[in-house]
């Protein structure tokens, strides 16, 4: 019995710590994305246009198919239209990406 709540803890802790960062990503996506790229990383229309560019949404397999270092590196250094998001550390953008990872 004692055996089975050590396991079950066990567990908890492990999932746990393989998503860790993802809340903490989601409030800077919060606070430094959603105003271009909307609450699930759909994109928006007038962000796009204003932009002249083709928002693939955050979830999708392109975007998805990238690499974690990839996508951090978007976030600290820009790509193409989108300018490095300012006042974003490194954790900080390895924290989005987690949350990021969570849209598929
Ligand atoms: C000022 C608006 C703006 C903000 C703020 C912004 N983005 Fe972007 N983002 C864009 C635009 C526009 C593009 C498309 C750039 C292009 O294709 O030239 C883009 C592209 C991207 C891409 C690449 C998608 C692809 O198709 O390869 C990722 C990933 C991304 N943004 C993530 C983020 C994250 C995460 C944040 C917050 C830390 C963020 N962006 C903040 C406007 C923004």
Do not use: Y
Not at 52 to 59: E, I
Not at 66 to 78: H, N, P, S
């Amino acid at each position: 019995m004692k055996n089975t709540i050590i396991v079950t803890l066990t567990l908890v802790v492990s999932a746990g710590l393989s998503w860790a960062g993802a809340p903490e990503g989601k409030e800077i996506f919060t606070a430094k994305c959603v105003s271009c790229h909307g609450a699930n990383g759909e994109g928006k229309a007038a962000i796009a246009k204003m932009f002249n560019v083709t928002q693939a949404p955050l979830a999708s397999k392109e975007v998805q198919a990238k690499t974690d270092a990839q996508l951090q590196a978007v976030i600290l250094k820009g790509q193409g239209k989108m300018k490095p998001v300012a006042g974003v550390t490194e954790k900080q953008a390895a924290d989005v990406v987690a949350f990021l990872r969570t849209l598929k």
